[in-house]
């Protein structure tokens, strides 16, 4: 009878045990959920506001030729090339800012590896933006930022070439002329892994960075 009763005590704390442990595990979880959306909404805040800001000296003229934007970098002093690496992540994000302002003045004003470091880090910086911004908010948010007919142009084109896209944006995000911007926010839509997106951006970038780099930090300085 004493044991039959200590069995019982002993499963009636073992469910107040894990009664607790699950409520504790759903507070956490509740708490972690919060944070990250607090996370994305402090972000697109400040990616919104950088961009607003941006878009504002561009309208300006600040950003619409190489001269007045190395006036711009030049007058921060100290803080250029974070000021630099802030503006070529920003122009990813919003693809109305020339993208060959910041590859071309961060080696004339600061060398070519200090130039290249910052185009670098700024440039993968706004793809990974890019992309996550994408991937969160989905194609309303895309159309909003590309026309229609494109998106669907692109969306027709990766169902025929859907196994070789990896490939295909690997060799795009390398060469000069492709739509960096474009080709981020719509691989968000696609079911790439972003570590594989990540590793494309991270080893494909260095190419035509480490070019203008040495091109405009040796050649014209």
């Not at 956490?28 to 972000?43: G, M, N, P, R, V």
């Not at 941006?54 to 090339?81: C, H, M, Q, W």
């Amino acid at each position: 009878m004493e044991h039959k009763i200590e069995h019982k005590i002993q499963e009636k704390a073992s469910e107040i045990i894990e009664h607790k442990k699950e409520q504790a595990i759903d507070i956490l979880e509740t708490k972690t959920s919060l944070l990250k959306k607090l996370f994305c909404i402090a972000l697109a805040i400040v990616v919104v506001g950088v961009g607003i800001w941006f878009l504002y000296e561009y309208k300006t003229g600040t950003f619409r030729d190489v001269e007045s934007f190395k006036a711009f970098i030049n007058s921060f002093g100290f803080f250029g090339p974070l000021l630099l690496t802030i503006f070529q992540c920003v122009k990813t994000i919003y693809a109305v800012i020339p993208s060959t302002l910041g590859c071309i003045v961060g080696p004339t004003l600061f060398g070519p590896w200090v130039g290249i470091v910052c185009n670098y880090v700024g440039i993968c910086a706004g793809s990974f933006v890019a992309f996550w911004l994408s991937r969160k908010f989905g194609i309303s948010f895309v159309k909003q930022i590309f026309s229609e007919k494109r998106y669907q142009k692109s969306m027709r084109w990766l169902e025929k070439q859907k196994k070789s896209y990896p490939v295909f944006l690997w060799i795009a995000i390398m060469l000069p002329i492709s739509p960096d911007d474009f080709l981020c926010y719509f691989t968000g839509l696609t079911e790439m892994k972003f570590k594989k997106f990540a590793f494309i951006i991270l080893t494909s970038k260095p190419f035509t960075i480490i070019v203008y780099g040495l091109i405009f930090g040796y050649g014209f300085n």
